[in-house]
């Protein structure tokens, strides 16, 4: 396994998991600085092809994570977009993609510890499956 | 009346079928019809709207030609009321993909007496060419082979991929199956009426009721398993040849990012893709960037993408009818990938497109507990 | 048009400077696509800072602008309205997180800087794609719905009923103030809470500006900021709000007595309450669960509990009338009722049931009917015709003529009562008591015609040619059934039990024999055979072919028959009757065995073969049951179907003929008393639907009651066992010579203490007394709840907090030991309209001379919360003070504490005080509180704890301890939530917008927070806290319009292609499908922009504005790009 820093997009809704965030920043919460977070408004918007396109392009995990379920601000956003994922994790396997690099959790808005926690077991987890050729080869 | 004997005169099937259709017509069963035709002008076989019962001349629900999928052109003729009643003769693939057209409001059950026939398969469009030439006859010579077994050339044409892989080669969604299997088709075929619409329609024929012939089921069940043991080897030939992104990039190399295959996706029903728009015209300077990243890439862009995010839309309804790969002008096996991945994600679902109308689509419904195994079994 | 982008970094003093390379960053971006100007600054969000941006934007004609600085969650509004000053729409603006994400969490300053630049390219690259959003200026309705009316609820209602808007203020409880007005002090200043809350509470009920909605809940929240529309379930309150003077003479009437919950169930209340005095609304409440159990199972509807309270506030009369609504014959079935209602009572969850039954007999005798005046019954032409006297038609014939018919009981035998008077013996059911009961329906002018039997004497064509519009058949079960054995009908001596027990009725038989056999196990037998006795026999037996557990007959007949020596041979069939000389000389019987269950559930008797033996006997009583006399019917026209029963419609009792209605063992063969009660109810309410020409359709059929359903009040903890009354009864030895009531029924004493024992499931018995009390009739029992919508402009949540219950930390004994109270208990003692009167009191009802009081109960505590509770220290101080200045000043109090904080105005000062008053300060947390004898032998609680400033263990002895309980979210919060769409913190409480910044708003626009509902607090952060919020619902009403985020979806007409899959997934019903152009539409003014359809829409058509795929795409590209 070569030693590496793994980049992480994660797609956040502002009023669960970007609030945790912002908490486990207050709190001083210390992560590795591998999670790049792309600020949603609820999960329920993140579209398939946010996904495919950030691994195609060589991110080396996502994670998509919102409200529990019934927390959603949206009502339930956050159940639309398990099902995406649900498919998604059918198809991105299928072409070699490790399926630890597409992650998605719940972590309410409390939640600052489970944030950070989160963040370092993902890297750790991705660190482990070692770096997603993509950014630097030909494909699009 | 759930089922008729629609006997065949003087051993042409076609013809027969050509009179049955006549009487769909003046027994005012239908307004018009939707079939398979013989163009006059040149032997091609292409999906005609009949109104007129004497001009049934070319019409051959039987020709292996599959051009395109109907579904597409029945969604035209009833995504809204027209206030006429059509009967579609159609493949069970056709149907299928109708079906899921319907759950996606671009097509209407309401007008339309669906008749479906049991499909021993079709040639490619390069293929039919080649093996009917100008003979407008040649529709029995493929039955005389596929069915009677006979040795009839074919000038080492075969029937499509999509279709040797067909695990459904009975229309069960429509409301009349016209039956060959089980039946020596030179003498007879069955007429099956599988809804109340259908039974209704059979009953104003006023033919006489008859018992669907035993051989039937036992027929339909070899040829299923036929089918599914070639689908499964090619699953697992191109789940092996796409397995990493490498080889999804070889496998998709000749692709020139011209959308035919989503064009003849029956259900790709966007009017216009997300591809061919604003969001994918880049700026200028993006693509220089991009090549300084990564040193090297491929023009046009998107290719890859494109493929997968074709999948993630709409793997869950596809009905593998090889429209794709037939409409592909690089011979890149589209349907092999689509079915492939199509397989694993209904399967996700429990769910199989054009089944059942009364199924929602995968990603038009929730739950409040399910799969939390993606999140960790945390809910 | 080009993009000319700025970019800030702001080095947030040293927040993110200390960290990132700011200027490495700056640099970094300098070199990124269309950045014109790039800089540094300390304080970006200060006003330098913020010019700075102007500066550029109107100097080097910027048009987007990045600022990477801390979360936008708290800065992005801000730097918007910058970008809006220099005139550049504020949506061409985006901000990186550097400070939440980076600075603060990363440990490296390398990879700080790193991350930095990443998410500045991305918000660079991102900024290219943004376009011009117009805010949405939608209107505000001026009204504020305001929830909770506690201190906080009630300030905010009336800060904004001053400013001349109008406030709906919903409360749950029946009256306002909260916790407040339970406390007796406040401190620091000792001021007594009500006097300082009633003020408000009263201008809050005379303020035209508050439409006050007590007694209820807010069920549903719809809509937006500035146009919510809330759905408000009000509970009835059974009293009339326009007519109560709360004068509270209904109160002293009510007979239901339960736990007061307002003095922490130190007290009790009625069911028909006012939490106090001064509450306000002063409109009492009635206090109403679902129907008790005893009275939904009594076949009659009797109202069971109403009339058990009565008797046990020794309104025997009241009671009979209450009962007398669903029973003509309370002595009667006083005495020979199976009692369903004893099977269903809940009290034997606890010990027993209760002896509902004799509690009728004895309220039945304690009251002369004649006493209880004639109701009113107005008239009606028509006429009906009662044909026979038993219960059935004895209750029918009463509740018809209430109804205003006239009436004619036509009777076979001499005297009315039938199986009543000659079915059941006189020492079961005395003929006085029947008499006075029948007595009592004729009064209400019934005329009487006995002697006629239908079928003999007259027929119903005849009935009808007199006039009579509907005939009422009670007719009953008085044809015995055969044994079907040789020799039954051979010899003399053989009586048939109805026979026997008819002429014994009707007048003496004399001795029936020495030696006498009853065959049959049912009340009947049991019956003939202690009759028999009565009447001289020596030998009476009873032979039953089955074992004593399949015996019909009532456990306690068959007892005293057992007692006064009747003989039961069990598992013995009849085989032949044997006589010499035409008489009876024995009975042939055979020994049986049980077999498998027949189709009546009941195991089947198998004759054992050769176990034939004779009984030498002289009579010979068959009581195996009977069958109605009903051949007079069928000759008239009406149905019968087996055994001769009268064939009915199940709702109406309707027979076949259309005037023709049939009730009791007519209709069912031989049943209950109570059961033909029912029955003939249902034919009462159909012969007056049927009289008044109105279908019977709507009549109900038997409803089975859905089980396990039912709101009952709950069965309460810790209550002692009572055993149930006692009866008292005739020496056997001496009953069996007469035919006096063996059942002599309860005293009075036991009577009231059984009813004591009812727990009053349903609460409110619907006794009516409150009725008959209130002169104002402001009390309505047919009072329904009801759901209101009110549109509001914002809202204010003000639900308050519910105190910890300390039952988990066992150590400390609560619930265990009597003297262990929680803070809100001890507020309640010395409340001066609490359970005490105000004197601190010990449940022995002496002043206690030491009493310990343990600080952070649940508070402070890793366990149970981590956070300070904020008011403990202080009310501790107030109750040392209380205590000291009611108990007297050698009374010791020990305050255990872990810090003392005194952090408020005055509050130090009030620490000082106390210390000078003479109160112990013990710096430990208690370990345990524990019961033990002292040297004195007494028992004291003995407080077990480390003074941490001394180093020492401390026991302390104490009368009294005093647990400060911690402050905690309500139960319910996670559902209030839920309803107004806002977030719990990790500890519970409802979550602000911003801990600092944001401490009144919450993540929804246009929802405030108001007191404890967002964290402990006391009463003066409280109302300020209120007041802050008030302020910020007034400054949307006020302005009368909002911006509304223009962050919505939009579906490109051109792209749609009409799936409208996107309406299915739309949470807010905000997408329509426009048939006419094909396409799905949204409609901006509902859509919250969440996104749901944009994500789905294959093709892209439907997009959110500010977040479309272009842009997320160049964030994408900017992060990835940015890694070097």
Not at chain 3, 193 to 204: N, Q
Request: with cysteine.
């Amino acid at each position: 396994m070569i030693e590496y820093e793994p980049t992480i997009i994660a797609f956040v809704c502002n009023w669960c998991t970007y609030t945790a965030a912002d908490l486990a920043g207050t709190s001083r919460l210390v992560q590795p600085p591998n999670v790049r977070m792309i600020r949603m408004m609820c999960t329920g918007m993140v579209d398939p092809k946010y996904v495919i396109k950030a691994l195609l392009e060589g991110a080396d995990a996502v994670l998509i994570s919102g409200c529990h379920p019934g927390d959603c601000h949206y009502i339930n956003g956050n159940l639309k977009a398990r099902r995406r994922i649900k498919l998604l994790k059918e198809i991105i396997p299928k072409f070699g993609f490790d399926e630890r690099r597409l992650k998605m959790t719940w972590i309410g808005a409390s939640e600052g510890i489970d944030f950070a926690q989160t963040v370092r077991s993902l890297v750790a987890e991705v660190k482990q499956i070692g770096p997603n050729e993509l950014r630097t080869k030909m494909v699009l | 009346m759930t089922s008729a004997k629609l006997v065949v005169e003087n051993r042409d099937p076609v013809e027969s079928l050509r009179s049955f259709m006549k009487m769909l017509i003046e027994k005012e069963a239908v307004a018009a019809l939707l079939v398979s035709n013989h163009l006059p002008m040149k032997n091609s076989v292409m999906p005609a709207l009949v109104d007129d019962p004497g001009r049934l001349e070319g019409a051959d629900p039987l020709a292996p030609a599959f051009p395109l999928n109907s579904a597409r052109v029945l969604s035209k003729l009833t995504r809204k009321s027209s206030g006429f009643t059509t009967a579609a003769i159609l493949r069970p693939c056709e149907i299928r993909a109708f079906v899921e057209l319907v759950k996606l409001k671009q097509g209407s059950t309401d007008e339309v007496l669906l008749i479906g026939i049991d499909c021993l398969g079709a040639f490619g469009n390069l293929d039919y060419g080649r093996f009917a030439g100008d003979d407008k006859a040649s529709t029995m010579r493929f039955y005389k082979k596929v069915l009677q077994g006979e040795d009839e050339s074919w000038n080492g044409c075969d029937i499509s991929p999509a279709c040797k892989s067909c695990e459904f080669p009975v229309p069960d969604g429509a409301d009349i199956t016209i039956g060959l299997l089980g039946n020596d088709i030179l003498d007879s075929l069955s007429l099956i009426a599988n809804t109340d619409k259908g039974r209704k329609a059979l009953e104003k024929l006023g033919l006489a009721s008859a018992d669907v012939p035993e051989k039937r089921l036992e027929a339909i069940a070899g040829l299923i398993a036929q089918r599914t043991a070639y689908r499964d080897e090619m699953f697992k030939a191109t789940g092996e040849a796409v397995s990493d992104v490498e080889k999804l990039m070889g496998y998709l190399g000749n692709c020139v990012n011209c959308y035919n295959c989503r064009v003849a996706c029956p259900v790709c029903y966007c009017r216009e893709c997300v591809f061919t728009t604003d969001v994918f015209d880049h700026e200028p300077d993006q693509y220089f960037r991009w090549a300084k990243r990564k040193g090297i890439i491929k023009m046009p862009t998107d290719t890859v993408f494109y493929h997968m995010t074709r999948l993630a839309h709409m793997s869950t309804a596809c009905i593998g009818c090889g429209q794709c790969s037939n409409a592909c002008p690089n011979g890149v096996p589209v349907m092999e990938l689509f079915r492939t991945i199509a397989h694993a994600a209904q399967g996700a679902f429990d769910y199989t497109a054009g089944k059942s109308i009364e199924d929602d689509p995968p990603l038009s419904v929730f739950r409040e507990r399910e799969f939390s195994e993606i999140t960790g079994g945390r809910d | 048009m080009l993009a000319r982008i700025g970019f800030y970094i702001c080095h947030c003093g040293t927040n993110i400077a200390g960290k990132v390379a700011v200027e490495e960053v700056t640099k970094f971006v300098r070199g990124l696509r269309n950045v014109v100007v790039a800089r540094d600054y300390k304080f970006m969000c200060s006003d330098p800072g913020q010019e700075m941006i102007q500066k550029d934007i109107r100097e080097l004609g910027l048009n987007r602008v990045v600022v990477a600085s801390c979360s936008p969650r708290l800065h992005e509004k801000t730097f918007q309205s910058a970008c809006q000053r220099a005139g550049l729409n504020p949506y061409y603006f985006q901000m990186a997180c550097v400070r939440e994400h980076c600075s603060w969490v990363t440990e490296d300053p390398a990879q700080a800087t790193q991350k930095a630049k990443t998410l500045a390219a991305a918000a660079v690259n991102r900024v290219n794609f943004h376009k011009t959003l117009t805010t949405r200026e939608v209107s505000v309705h001026p009204d504020v719905l305001v929830v909770g009316a506690g201190i906080a609820g009630i300030q905010a209602s009336l800060d904004i009923a001053k400013a001349g808007y109008k406030v709906h203020l919903v409360e749950k409880e029946p009256s306002i103030g909260g916790h407040m007005v339970q406390f007796d002090k406040t401190f620091p200043t000792l001021d007594c809470a009500a006097c300082i809350s009633t003020p408000k509470t009263v201008a809050v009920s005379q303020s035209p500006n508050i439409n006050l909605l007590s007694y209820s809940e807010v069920t549903e929240v719809k809509g937006f900021v500035g146009n919510f529309k809330v759905r408000v379930h009000r509970n009835a309150r059974y009293i009339r709000e326009d007519k109560c003077t709360g004068c509270g003479i209904c109160a002293e009437n009510c007979p239901v007595t339960v736990p007061n919950e307002f003095d922490e169930k130190l007290g009790s209340r009625k069911a028909v309450y006012r939490y106090f005095p001064q509450a306000i609304p002063l409109t009492f409440a009635i206090d109403k669960k679902d129907p008790a159990p005893c009275r939904t199972t009594c076949p009659a509807g009797i109202n069971v509990q109403g009339y058990v309270q009565l008797v046990g506030k020794g309104k025997y009369k009241e009671a009979v009338q209450l009962i007398m609504e669903r029973l003509p014959l309370p002595g009667v079935l006083g005495r020979v009722c199976p009692a369903f209602c004893e099977g269903a009572c809940r009290r034997s969850e606890v010990d027993s049931a209760l002896s509902i039954r004799e509690m009728k007999r004895f309220a039945a005798d304690q009251v002369k009917l004649e006493d209880i005046p004639v109701p009113p019954i107005e008239e009606k032409p028509e006429k009906v015709a009662v044909i026979g006297s038993g219960p059935a038609g004895l209750t029918a014939a009463y509740y018809l003529r209430l109804k205003g018919y006239g009436i004619t009981i036509f009777e076979s035998l001499p005297k009315l009562g039938g199986m009543l008077r000659v079915g059941i013996p006189e020492y079961r059911l005395p003929r006085d008591v029947l008499d006075g009961e029948i007595a009592n329906i004729l009064r209400l002018g019934i005329s009487v015609e006995t002697g006629k039997q239908l079928g003999r004497d007259f027929s119903l064509e005849d009935l009808r040619n007199q006039g009579f519009k509907a005939i009422f058949v009670g007719i009953g079960a008085h044809a015995p059934l055969k044994l079907n054995i040789p020799g039954e009908t051979d010899f003399e001596g053989i009586v048939q039990a109805t026979d026997f027990l008819r002429e014994t009725s009707l007048g003496a038989p004399g001795n029936p024999g020495r030696r006498v056999v009853i065959i049959g196990g049912g009340n009947v037998a049991i019956d003939s055979a202690r009759t028999a006795l009565r009447l001289g026999s020596e030998e009476v037996t009873i032979v039953y072919r089955r074992s004593r557990e399949e015996m019909p007959a009532y456990e306690e007949e068959i007892e005293d028959a057992l007692k006064e020596g009747v003989r039961i041979r069990y598992l013995t069939a009849p085989v032949a009757v044997v006589g010499s000389a035409g008489r009876v000389s024995g009975f042939r019987c055979i020994q049986t065995e049980l077999g498998p269950a027949d189709e009546s559930g009941r195991r089947r008797p198998v004759p054992i073969v050769g176990s034939e033996f004779t009984i030498d006997c002289d009579v010979i009583i068959p009581a195996i049951g009977q069958e109605p006399e009903s051949k007079c019917c069928t000759e008239s026209g009406v149905n019968t179907g087996r055994r001769g029963r009268v064939t009915v419609a199940e709702n109406s009792m309707r027979t076949s003929a259309e005037d023709v209605f049939a009730a009791g063992d007519a209709v069912s063969g031989p049943a209950t008393v109570i059961e033909s009660v029912a029955q003939a109810h249902k034919a009462v309410a159909a012969i007056d639907l049927y009289l008044r020409g109105e279908s019977l359709d709507g009549l109900p059929a038997e409803e089975a009651k859905p089980k396990g359903s039912e709101n009952w009040r709950e069965v309460p903890k810790g209550i002692e066992a009572r055993p149930r009354a006692a009866i008292n009864r005739l020496n056997l030895e001496e009953a069996k010579k007469a035919f006096s009531e063996v059942s002599l029924g309860m005293s009075e004493d036991s009577a009231i203490a059984e009813a004591e024992r009812c727990l009053n499931c349903g609460i409110c018995s619907e006794c009516m007394e409150c009725v008959r009390a209130c002169e104002r009739s402001a009390v309505d029992h047919s009072m329904k709840d009801q759901d209101i919508e009110i549109p509001v402009g914002s809202i204010i949540v003000a639900t308050g907090f519910d105190t910890m219950d300390p039952a988990g930390l066992v150590n400390y004994g609560y619930g265990r030991f009597d003297e262990v109270y929680t803070g809100l208990e001890f507020e309640r003692l010395n409340n001066a309209v609490g359970p005490t009167g105000g004197q601190i009191l010990m449940k022995n009802g002496e002043k206690p001379s030491s009493i310990a009081i343990v600080h952070c109960v649940g508070s402070r505590d890793v366990n149970y919360h981590a956070y300070c509770s904020r008011v403990c220290c202080m009310y501790a101080l107030k109750y040392g003070h209380l205590i000291k200045e009611k108990v007297g000043h050698n009374t010791k109090v020990y305050n255990f504490y872990i810090d003392m904080r005194c952090y408020g105005k005055g509050y130090e000062e009030f620490y000082r005080r106390l210390q000078e008053e003479g109160i112990e300060f013990i710096r430990g947390k208690p370990a345990e509180i524990r019961r033990e004898a002292t040297g004195s032998g007494e028992q004291k609680l003995i407080v077990v704890s480390e003074d941490t400033l001394i180093g020492k263990r401390r026991r302390i002895p104490v009368d009294m301890a005093i647990l400060c309980t911690a402050m905690e979210a309500r139960k319910n919060a996670p559902d209030v939530a839920r309803v107004f769409g806002i977030n719990q913190g990790g500890d519970g409480f409802f979550l602000e917008e911003h801990p600092k910044l944001g401490p009144v708003s919450t993540a929804t626009d246009g929802i405030f927070l108001a007191g404890t509902c967002q964290s402990p607090k006391d009463i003066p952060d409280t109302v300020s806290h209120a007041s802050g919020a008030a302020a910020q619902a007034l400054a949307l009403a006020a302005r009368g319009k909002v911006e509304v985020s223009p962050v919505t979806s939009w579906i490109d007409p051109d792209i749609c292609a009409g799936c409208q899959t996107c309406i299915k997934l739309c949470a807010y019903s905000a997408i329509e499908f426009n048939e006419r152009r094909g396409i799905s539409e949204v409609n901006e003014a509902v859509c919250k922009g969440c996104g749901s359809c944009a994500a789905f829409c294959p093709s892209g058509a439907a997009r959110v504005k500010h977040f479309t795929s272009k842009q997320i795409f160049a964030e994408i590209e900017g992060i990835l790009e940015g890694v070097v």
